[in-house]
C-alpha cells in the first residue's frame, strides 16, 4: 500500500497555477439549484475485516422454521453492548478556530465541514427585511470565483470528483468537502474551498437567474400543503424572532435581495471569529492542523455573532387554518421546545425527555401516538413528533395527514394521547425498549466517516465537550422512570398548543356546526 504523503512536507499547488489548469478540463454542468446537504448522515456500520460473517446458508435447518426463530430468545440474555466511540483530537487554528478531528484509515477519504454561526436567524441584520440572504450567500458560493467563472469552477469540482457545497440553515451556515485524501485530489480541492469562502464572485447575472429560479420555487412551494402548515407553523410560533421566516425567503424578499447584501454577509459572518471546523478521514494529526491552517488562513478575523434573542412561548392555545383543495388535511401541533443543552444536567434533561417521547411519538409502531391514531382509529398512515433544539428554544412538532372529515377526530384522538401519556406517564418495559433501542443503534451514527463528521461538527458548532458522545450511553442508562414521566410533564403544554391546519375543510368550524345541529 503506498504511503500518503505527510502534507507537513508537501506544499499546497500554487493557485494560479490551478486556475490557468482548471480553464482547459472539460465542461460539466453544475448541481441542481436546490440540492441541500444533510446535517445528518447514518450510514451501515464496516463489517471488521471486510467479510461477510452471517451464517452459511447450508447451517440453517430451513425445515425447522419454528426452531430457527427460538433462536431469537438467545437476545434475553445478550451482553451489554460495548460501544467504542471515536477518538475526537482537538485543537485550535492560529486565528482561534476550534478544530475537532477524527483519524480514519478504513478508506481514503476525507470529510471536512466549516461552519458559521451565520444561518437565516442572521438574514434581519443585514436588512430588515433581507428573508433569504444566508440561503443566497450559501447558493452563489457554488458558482464561480474571482480567479474561476461558474463553468471553470463546475469544471474542477467535477473533473476532481469531490462534493463541495454550502448551505444555510437557521442556526448555522455549513461549507462542506468530501475528497480523496491522496494530495493529488485534496490540495487543489482544498483550494477551490478557500476560493468559495474568500473569493466569491457573485455575479450579478447569476444572481439574477438564482432569484427567478427561487421564486418559481416558491410559487410552486404554495401548492405543497406540508410547506404552507411549516411555514404558518414558524411565522406564529415565533412571531417576530428571527426563527419565525423561511431560510430560502419569501416570494416578497426574494427579489430584493442584491448583490451588496450578499457581500456584507459574507463579510460580517463568514469569518474566523465564528466558525468551527470538523474533519475526519485518513490524514495525521500533523496533516489536519496544516489542512486546516491552510483552509482557514485567509478568512478574515472578524466578530462573534451576537447571541440570538429567546423566544417567547405560547401561553394559549391557537388554531390557525389553511384553505387547501385536497382531500387530505395536514396537521401540524406543537409548541415551542428547548435551545441545545450545554452542560450536564440540561443534557440529561433532553435525554430523559428524549426517552419519554420515543414512547409517546416516535416513529416507529411501538409509540403510542402511532398505536392509537393510526392502528386502532385508523385515522392517518403515520404520526410522529420531535424535538429541534438549537441555538435559541427550537420547536417541538408533532404532524400528520388525515382525511378532511376525520381531521378534528385526529386532532382530538392525539391529544387525548398526549394528556392522557402526561397524566399515568409511561411504564417501565415502554421505557427498557426505547432504552435498549436508543443504545443499540446509536454506534451507526458514527458507522461512516460522514457519520462522524457531521456528529463532531454538531458537537463542535453548540460548543459541547469531547466527552458528549463518550457519555450519551451513560445518559441513557441512568435515566429514570420518575424522572422520564416528570419531564414529559414539565415540558409538554398541549393546552396551549399551536395546531396549524391546511384542508379543504376547517375542522374547528366542523365542530361548531355539529353544536349548532
Not at 444561518?119 to 457554488?142: Q, W
Not at 409538554?492 to 384542508?503: E, Y
Request: with cysteine.
Amino acid at each position: 500500500m503506498n504511503k500518503k504523503k505527510d502534507m507537513t512536507q508537501t506544499p499546497f499547488l500554487k493557485k494560479n497555477n490551478l486556475s490557468s489548469h482548471f480553464k482547459q478540463l472539460p465542461y460539466v454542468s453544475a448541481c441542481a439549484f436546490f440540492g441541500i446537504m444533510s446535517l445528518t448522515t447514518v450510514a451501515q456500520a464496516d463489517m471488521a475485516g471486510g467479510e461477510d460473517a452471517r451464517t452459511p446458508a447450508a447451517a440453517v435447518d430451513t425445515s425447522a422454521p419454528i426452531a430457527a426463530l427460538s433462536k431469537l430468545s438467545s437476545l434475553e440474555n445478550a451482553k451489554p453492548l460495548e460501544v467504542t466511540v471515536p477518538d475526537i483530537q482537538s485543537f485550535k487554528t492560529k486565528a482561534g478556530i476550534p478544530v475537532l478531528f477524527v483519524p480514519t484509515t478504513t478508506l481514503p477519504i476525507v470529510d471536512i465541514d466549516l461552519r458559521f454561526n451565520a444561518g437565516s436567524a442572521r438574514d434581519g441584520s443585514i436588512s430588515e427585511s433581507g428573508f433569504g440572504i444566508a440561503n443566497m450567500t450559501a447558493t452563489m458560493l457554488e458558482q464561480g470565483s474571482k480567479r474561476l467563472d461558474e463553468n471553470a469552477f463546475t469544471r474542477a469540482v467535477e473533473t476532481l470528483g469531490i462534493s463541495l457545497g454550502s448551505s444555510a440553515y437557521k442556526d448555522m451556515f455549513i461549507v462542506s468537502l468530501r475528497s480523496l485524501s491522496d494530495d493529488k485530489h485534496l490540495l487543489p480541492a482544498v483550494d477551490l474551498m478557500t476560493q468559495m469562502l474568500t473569493e466569491p464572485s457573485f455575479d450579478e447575472q447569476i444572481l439574477a437567474r438564482n432569484k427567478a429560479r427561487l421564486l418559481v420555487g416558491l410559487q410552486q412551494q404554495k401548492q405543497d400543503p406540508g410547506s404552507l402548515a411549516s411555514i404558518a407553523f414558524s411565522k406564529a410560533l415565533y412571531d417576530d424572532h428571527p426563527y419565525a421566516h423561511p431560510s430560502v425567503g419569501t416570494l416578497e424578499s426574494v427579489p430584493n435581495i442584491d448583490r451588496q447584501q450578499l457581500i456584507d454577509f459574507k463579510n460580517r459572518y463568514l469569518v474566523a471569529a465564528n466558525a468551527s471546523l470538523a474533519m475526519t478521514g485518513n490524514l495525521t494529526l500533523a496533516q489536519a492542523k496544516n489542512l486546516a491552517e491552510e483552509i482557514t488562513a485567509d478568512l478574515p478575523a472578524g466578530q462573534a455573532a451576537a447571541a440570538l434573542p429567546e423566544p417567547k412561548p405560547l401561553t394559549q392555545p391557537q388554531h390557525i387554518h389553511i384553505p387547501f383543495p385536497s382531500t387530505q388535511t395536514t396537521v401540524l401541533m406543537g409548541q415551542l421546545g428547548e435551545k441545545r443543552a450545554t452542560d450536564p444536567q440540561a443534557q440529561q434533561k433532553q435525554t430523559n425527555f428524549a426517552v419519554g417521547n420515543e414512547v409517546l411519538a416516535g416513529g416507529d409502531f411501538n409509540a403510542r401516538l402511532m398505536t392509537e391514531v393510526r392502528q386502532n382509529l385508523g385515522y392517518t398512515y403515520g404520526i410522529s413528533g420531535s424535538m429541534n433544539p438549537m441555538l435559541a428554544r427550537g420547536p417541538y412538532q408533532i404532524g400528520f395527514s388525515t382525511r378532511n372529515d376525520k381531521a378534528r377526530a385526529a386532532i382530538d384522538a392525539s391529544l387525548n394521547v398526549i394528556n392522557e401519556t402526561l397524566d399515568k406517564g409511561i411504564t417501565s418495559d415502554e421505557m427498557k425498549l426505547t432504552t435498549d433501542n436508543l443504545k443499540n443503534s446509536f454506534p451507526m451514527g458514527f458507522a461512516s466517516n460522514a457519520g462522524i463528521n457531521s456528529l463532531i461538527g454538531m458537537m463542535n458548532f453548540y460548543q459541547l465537550p469531547n466527552s458528549y458522545l463518550t457519555n450519551y450511553v451513560n445518559r441513557i442508562e441512568q435515566v429514570k422512570l420518575s424522572e422520564v414521566n416528570q419531564t414529559l410533564r414539565d415540558t409538554l403544554k398541549p393546552d396551549n398548543f399551536l395546531i396549524v391546519t391546511v384542508g379543504e375543510v376547517n375542522p374547528w368550524d366542523e365542530k361548531k356546526a355539529k353544536k349548532k345541529s
